[in-house]
């Protein structure tokens, strides 16, 4: 069997009595679309910022590739491979769209050299691709943070696309969207994962769209991984419809 992209072997973390990685046992294979459902405090983003390195976990391991990365920095493990967008999306607010694709791509390569223009320091014809995959390419001049919340949040993702990534973990990428909007979103988001053949995890809370854009489904209950397996699979799970999707 071929080595699975991420796992992890018994992760444990709580934050005082409140156990929010209980034991989790997890793997993920190249190419996959999981989605990771659960309710507020489930310790979805928990999870995320274990994997990635911004948390470290009381006991458990994490590998990338067959590799143990569960005490390296998180830029570390990004240059690996494994990169994660934000619940809210961190961005250069003050700078333009085509300048925090850059200031991404530069803090990649070590920082920029103290006399070269920013604009140099990354080769244009790559910002260009990341903005025209993700449709910001008309929009480059803009202030980041003047965009409205769905181009914010594309944004976020050509800044986590232009690092290169193998694995790409998105911490609700629909989240303060509106609902007709989200498949839009949805949309675009995976043909850029598409078309750089990156595997994705994404946590999302709207059925709809789990059913429609994930081949697998992880529902987190208080810490643990409650049912593990295709969207019909796991929607369906009575434990799930009752502590999760809230029947
Ligand atoms: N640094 C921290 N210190 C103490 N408690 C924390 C910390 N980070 C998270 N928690 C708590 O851990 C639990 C899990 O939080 P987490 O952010 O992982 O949930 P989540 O599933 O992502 O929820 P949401 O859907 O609201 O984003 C919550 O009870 C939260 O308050
Ligand atoms: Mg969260």
Redesign the pocket.
């Known amino acids: 069997m071929s080595t699975p992209l991420l796992q992890t072997a018994d992760l444990q973390l709580a934050?005082?009595a409140?156990v929010?990685a209980d034991h989790i046992d997890f793997s993920l294979m190249e190419g996959e679309r999981l989605a990771v459902i659960?309710?507020?405090?489930?310790?979805?983003?928990?999870?995320?910022?274990i994997c990635t390195g911004l948390?470290r976990p009381q006991a458990g391991q994490v590998f990338f590739e067959g590799k143990e990365v569960t005490r390296l920095s998180p830029r570390a493990i990004a240059l690996r491979g494994m990169v994660r967008s934000f619940?809210l999306p961190q961005l250069f607010t003050e700078h333009t769209v085509r300048d925090c694709v850059r200031l991404a791509a530069a803090g990649k390569r070590g920082g920029l050299g103290l006399w070269t223009p920013l604009a140099e320091a990354v080769p244009a014809d790559e910002v260009e691709h990341v903005l025209e995959m993700v449709g910001l390419a008309a929009r480059g001049n803009e202030i980041s943070g003047a965009l409205p919340e769905g181009q914010r949040k594309l944004l976020d993702i050509a800044m986590a696309l232009i690092l290169k990534p193998r694995l790409l973990i998105l911490?609700?990428p629909t989240s303060g969207v509106s609902t007709d909007e989200k498949h839009g979103l949805m949309a675009t988001i995976m043909s850029a994962l598409d078309a750089q053949k990156v595997t994705a995890i994404f946590?999302e809370?709207d059925v709809d769209i789990v059913s429609q854009y994930a081949t697998r489904v992880a529902a987190?209950i208080a810490?643990r991984i409650a049912a593990d397996g295709t969207p019909q699979q796991v929607l369906a799970d009575p434990e799930v419809r009752k502590n999760v999707i809230g029947e």
């Open positions: 934050f005082g409140v929010v659960g309710q507020n405090g489930a310790g979805k983003t928990t999870f995320i910022n948390i619940q911490d609700e946590v809370h987190w810490g």
